[in-house]
């Protein structure tokens, strides 16, 4: 039996196969291309980046695996740079005028075809490190988006990483757990899988590779264990941990109907944070009172081209109508940073958390903005829906964004397509500069959403995705409190409602300071709202409320 540690970021276990996944080549193009410098210079972009990873890959391993091992991703470095291969793929850019993607890849097969041809096996593996070095500089010029084609059998996924147009492809009936080798506790991917109720682990370090697909694998997403050809002992307590979670579930099922209400009597609303349309059952069994997150972004990701107004319309309707009138936040596409679907072709950026994504592409792209909105506007007819607007930091793209609401509502008006007029519009407060002026957002919002994962990020300059950094990413710290205890209060002062959809939420230590400060609702994942209704209903806030207050 082996046993690896990671980071476990789904409660838990699993009992299976362990499936491997590496991503797959990309399709090449070739065409005609019109500016070869431009080309060229892009080229030499996508190399330094490639060599950059495979100096952070070398530094990573060299610990772990020693130099002789980690000596592998110096070779690659040094084929990246080595100059009949850099060469002969900007011959073609240059005197052909083809596409860099396509010179890289045909280069790489002429080399690799040489290698292959050689007498000596040593030499004929090389070919092997060709195909990954030139995928590698695909990958980054093709910005590739990848699908996980999983057996029908249930396995457990691993992967080096996962990025989060995979983690929403998966089907959590086909995957018991999943593993990967690197990630972040706080990234899409680990807060996707919660959603998506996925036992998961993150970290677990590079000796999880593709030579263990097939092998018997125990995970325990509580403890951040993986073990590979677990033995009769390690099966047995994995399946009793699992009995003992599942039997702790039920028991949490005797809070279903019942009020979130605390033993002083003050109430807050308790609502789900969904992805689509996969888990509405774990939604509804666990009695959410609403969905207060539908990251609408998924349905992007997951697609290979712009979803059409209908295909969103579809999607959208199919969970108003299984909320039956309780309330439905839709958050208008957070597309960027990590999730960057290749037909949007954005820009290769140096700080893309910082850069083109969210309310700034929605407001650039008004195109692809006013048909999310259409659809929307037209589910909303059904039942009980409000926007959400992810990334806002100034005031003004509020004013833009309602503009654009108030047009769209015309058009449907014009089209005689049924609609709802009046749908409210909400703010999510995840940047410091949304907080600081939270009292003049107020002015122009319906509700404000605090998201507290990127919060967490930018108050405290965390990149979220970073695992090296994970311990200095803490929601606990006082300025994110404090800056959520002043977001509380300025909403207050203007009369709007203010709730937290980010993953603190969910994270019972917090519920008596929320309670306190006095959120009007949580929005969590769907495993989470009855553990988190129970706490509510165990807390007495008023006799801690003014030592809450006075220690932030
Ligand atoms: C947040 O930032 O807290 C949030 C809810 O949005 P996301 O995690 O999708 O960025
Ligand atoms: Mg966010």
Not at 64 to 80: D, E, N, P, Y
Request: proline share 5%; charged share 25%.
């Amino acid at each position: 039996m082996i046993t690896l540690k990671g980071k476990g970021v789904v409660s838990g276990t699993a009992i299976g196969r362990l499936f491997f996944y590496r991503r797959t080549h990309a399709a090449v193009k070739k065409h005609l291309i019109a500016n070869p410098e431009q080309e060229t210079a892009r080229f030499w972009e996508a190399q330094k980046r490639a060599v950059d990873q495979l100096q952070e890959l070398y530094d990573n391993a060299l610990p772990t695996v020693g130099q002789a091992s980690a000596m592998i991703f110096h070779i690659h470095q040094m084929m990246l740079e080595d100059l009949d291969f850099t060469d002969a793929v900007i011959r073609i850019v240059q005197e052909e005028r083809m596409n860099v993607e396509y010179a890289v890849s045909k280069t790489a097969a002429q080399l690799a075809s040489m290698f292959t041809a050689m007498d000596d096996p040593y030499m004929q593996e090389r070919a092997a490190d060709v195909r990954d070095v030139s995928q590698r500089i695909l990958q980054i010029l093709m910005n590739t988006q990848n699908k996980i084609q999983l057996p029908e059998e249930p396995v457990i996924l691993a992967a080096k990483d996962l990025i989060p147009s995979e983690t929403v492809q998966l089907d959590p009936k086909k995957v018991l757990a999943f593993v990967t080798s690197e990630g972040s506790a706080n990234s899409h991917t680990a807060i996707l899988a919660r959603n998506m109720d996925i036992p998961a682990i993150v970290g677990a370090g590079p000796h999880l590779q593709k030579g263990f697909h097939g092998a018997s694998t125990a995970v325990d997403g509580f403890t951040g264990e993986v073990f590979l050809y677990p033995d009769t002992g390690t099966i047995r307590r994995i399946q009793q941990k699992q009995d003992e979670y599942e039997a702790h579930r039920r028991a949490l099922q005797e809070h279903v109907g019942k009020p979130n209400v605390t033993l002083d009597g003050q109430t807050i609303q308790i609502l789900a944070n969904i992805n689509g349309n996969a888990n509405l059952h774990s939604v509804l069994e666990n009695d959410a009172e609403g969905i207060g997150l539908f990251r609408s972004e998924s349905i992007f990701l997951e697609r290979d081209a712009f979803p059409t107004e209908e295909e969103q319309y579809q999607l959208y309707r199919s969970v108003v109508e299984a909320m039956e009138g309780r309330p439905v936040v839709i958050r208008t596409m957070d597309i960027g940073a990590d999730k960057t679907p290749d037909y949007f072709h954005l820009p290769k950026e140096e700080n893309p958390a910082l850069g083109y994504r969210a309310i700034r592409i929605c407001l650039d792209r008004t195109d692809i903005f006013k048909t999310q909105l259409r659809a929307i506007c037209r589910a909303a007819a059904l039942g009980h829906v409000s926007l959400l607007l992810p990334m806002v930091s100034s005031v003004w793209e509020v004013q833009a964004a309602r503009k654009i609401v108030r047009e769209v509502v015309e058009e449907l008006e014009r089209e005689n397509i049924p609609h709802a007029a009046d749908v409210q519009l909400g703010v999510m407060i995840e940047t410091p500069a949304a907080a600081l002026i939270s009292d003049r957002l107020a002015e122009y919002a319906d509700f404000f959403s605090i998201g507290t994962n990127d919060l967490t990020q930018y108050l405290l300059a965390i990149d979220r995705q970073n695992h090296r950094i994970e311990p200095y990413y803490n929601p606990h710290h006082p300025a994110v409190l404090r800056a959520i205890w002043m977001v509380v209060q300025n909403a207050r002062k203007h009369g709007v409602k203010v709730g937290i959809c980010g993953e603190l939420a969910g994270d019972l230590a917090m519920t008596a300071t929320f309670l306190a400060m006095g959120i009007d609702s949580l929005s969590v994942a769907p495993p989470l709202i009855l553990p988190l209704r129970s706490q509510v209903r165990q807390t007495d806030v008023g006799k801690l409320r003014e030592d809450i207050l006075s220690a932030l």
